[in-house]
């Protein structure tokens, strides 16, 4: 663990970011969280393979995913079932072993190339915001691994505005 003081000099932007948003003042995982990310994670394994064939498929987005290939800390107006969110306590397990990283590494990439082919487009103007405030969420979590920070930063390069 690097000490605190040691942090903010090393990391000052990565420091102070995670002080406003998954830092110290960010809310704990309480019992509605953590089922909230459980259904998530059941939702990921579960659609995230079809998720991408349609994809493939299609070159766009066809079908109502947006919620569980785009996690923020907020759950869908319209998601169906039970809510799904990520909190800075309980996102870490979307890359644990027995979670769908690997599949949803493969969705995030494929709309990534696919925005960067076609535009932002290739997502219905309704997912629009999802995506902006998932970019504002996981820009700010400390410990995204390398290949979802190179996500956001290809999604970053568009305007995707918050509604």
Not at 44 to 49: A, N, V
Not at 107 to 135: A, N, S, T
Request: proline share 7%; hydrophobic share 35%; net charge negative.
């Amino acid at each position: 663990q690097v000490p605190d003081f040691e942090l903010r000099l090393t990391y000052p932007v990565r420091w102070l970011r995670a002080m406003f948003n998954c830092g110290r003042g960010a809310p704990r995982a309480g019992r509605r969280s953590r089922a909230a990310v459980e259904t998530l994670l059941k939702r990921q394994r579960d659609e995230l393979p079809d998720i991408l064939e349609e994809l493939e498929q299609n070159n766009r987005k066809t079908g109502h995913w947006a919620w569980w290939v785009f996690p923020t800390d907020m759950p869908g107006a319209s998601e169906p079932g039970s809510e799904t969110f990520v909190t800075c306590d309980t996102a870490a397990q979307l890359f644990e072993a027995d979670a769908s990283a690997t599949n949803w590494r493969s969705v995030l990439e494929k709309v990534c190339e696919l925005c960067e082919e076609r535009g932002m487009r290739v997502l219905p103007r309704i997912d629009h915001g999802r995506v902006h405030f998932f970019l504002k969420f996981w820009q700010t979590y400390p410990d995204s691994p390398e290949w979802l920070q190179d996500v956001l930063s290809r999604l970053d390069k568009f305007d995707w505005p918050p509604r």
